[in-house]
């Protein structure tokens, strides 16, 4: 009878490890799954930013003064590193170790990791903004031959500025709600590790 108690016991104890592992391996992939669909749209947009520079790059020889040039500069260096900086935080929230890491260990990165991933965001949006203005006249330069800074040509400024501006304040906060919603749906996920 003890011996059977005994390795009733043992096969309780595998089970219970086989179940807390099954439950750390779900709760792992729907805590990247809150990720994947941010680092799916990231990508989209990395894509049309890449896109553009290549665009950019390919008509360069058409800015002809010394700011449109360094506008153009300005522009390519922006899309190029943007999308970057943002996959990346996406990515280091993505990859937290939930598995090997004790429990207030891993709440402890990830607020460290959001804090990262939302100064990041905000850091994108204000260089957004600059990359918003300066690529209007870069563009008007490529596709129409117009150089927005000539005289004439600067109430178009005035008319595109505050309308780009108010789109971004739109968009922006668009986007910061969406994160907000995801890393706390995520952090949810973790909390519920604990109970």
């Known amino acids: ?18 179940t807390n592992q099954v ?3 779900m ?3 729907r805590y990247a799954n809150k990720f994947s669909k941010l680092q799916i749209y990231e990508t989209i947009a990395s894509i049309i930013c890449y896109g553009s520079a290549i665009f950019l790059i390919l008509n360069f020889e058409k800015l002809d003064s ?3 040039i360094l506008f153009g500069i300005i522009t390519l260096l922006l899309l190029l590193v943007l999308p970057v900086l943002t996959l990346r935080k996406i ?8 598995a090997k890491s004790s429990y207030k ?11 990262s991933l939302f100064f990041t965001q905000r850091i994108t949006l204000y260089l957004s903004i600059v990359l918003a203005i300066i690529i209007l006249p870069v563009t008007s330069k490529i596709f129409k031959n117009i150089d927005l800074f000539e005289a004439g040509h600067t109430n178009n400024l005035l ?3 505050p309308i780009l501006l108010i789109f971004l304040f739109f968009l922006s906060r668009w986007v910061f709600k969406g994160y907000r919603s995801v890393t706390n ?3 949810n996920i973790l909390k519920e590790i604990d109970s």
Do not use: C, H, P
């Open 1 to 18: 009878m003890k011996n059977t108690w005994q390795e009733m016991s043992k096969r309780l104890e595998k089970q219970e490890i086989l």
């Open 23 to 25: 439950i750390e391996k």
């Open 27 to 29: 709760t792992k992939e």
């Open 66 to 68: 010394w700011y449109l």
């Open 91 to 98: 990515g280091n929230m993505k990859k937290l170790n939930i």
């Open 105 to 115: 260990d891993v709440l402890v990165n990830f607020q460290k990791a959001k804090e």
């Open 159 to 161: 008319i595109y500025i």
């Open 185 to 187: 749906s995520a952090e």
